[in-house]
């Protein structure tokens, strides 16, 4: 099974195949959403360790270097490498959005100063590449990304990060409102747990975005 066929929602289990990839150089640019430290700590609570080990096992063997080796392969060939984090801009978060003041596992509280909130060093930016700091789940809603995005002539933007059910997801639905041409790379995206990952990637696919592999998407650019 390969992406034409994979990741089919009830909404489209029995639609035609989607057309070829096209995705030129100079209009395709990686997204790289949330990979910030706060998500790989690890608990000091017993039971919560345990909870979270398959979400820190997957990060670490499979989101992590799949999204660097992208990284590597676009700046290779002078491509875009965008980078978007969650944090706040005040300190006591009076700038957050809703959904980030609402109390549970989704209560975020993360100066853009302090250490939790930057990207994780295996991911960190070079210099000269665009970071976006947001304080909404998307990527999009929370920063001027449309605007940038337009100025550059981007149209295919190729979406990697966590969590897939979350921000990514919210970052998804809000480009392809914005009628741009998104890919979800299947191995570079994680959630708190696989089934989640996995069933959001069948809701997301075919409407909002395409899914597709991260070594599918090496050979449709031939990076």
């Known amino acids: ?21 096209v995705l030129p ?18 608990s000091e609570n017993p039971a919560e360790r345990a909870r ?19 990284q590597d392969a676009f700046r290779r060939h002078e491509l875009d490498v965008i980078h978007a ?17 609402k109390p ?6 993360l100066p853009k100063n302090s250490e939790q909130s930057q990207i994780v060093p295996e991911l960190a930016p070079l210099a000269g ?23 550059m002539g981007i149209k295919n933007v190729i979406v990697t990060g966590i969590f897939t059910d979350q921000c ?10 914005e009628s741009f041409n998104v890919v979800v790379i299947e191995d570079g995206c994680a959630a708190g747990i696989d089934e989640l990952h ?13 899914v597709v592999s991260s070594a599918e998407l090496m050979d449709i650019m031939k990076l």
Not at 129 to 151: C, M, P, Q, W, Y
């Open 104 to 109: 549970g596992w989704n209560y975020l509280l």
């Open 25 to 42: 150089y100079h209009e395709t640019a990686l997204l790289t959403i949330d990979v910030q430290r706060t998500y790989l700590d690890v």
């Open 168 to 177: 990514v997801s919210s970052t998804v639905r809000s480009l392809a409102d």
């Open 198 to 210: 996995y069933r959001e990637l069948d809701i997301i696919n075919m409407i909002y975005c395409h």
């Open 85 to 101: 984090r969650i944090a706040c801009w005040l300190e006591d978060g009076r700038d957050r959005s809703l959904s980030q003041k």
């Open 52 to 70: 979270w080990e398959p979400f820190q096992r997957r990060m670490r063997e499979i989101t992590i270097p799949t999204i660097r080796t992208l």
């Open 129 to 151: 590449e665009i970071v976006l700091t947001k304080t909404t789940d998307s990527a999009l809603t929370g920063t001027n990304l449309r605007l940038i995005l337009a100025n």
């Open 1 to 21: 099974m390969n992406w034409k066929t994979a990741y089919r929602s009830f909404y489209y289990q029995d639609a035609p195949e989607p057309a070829d990839l």
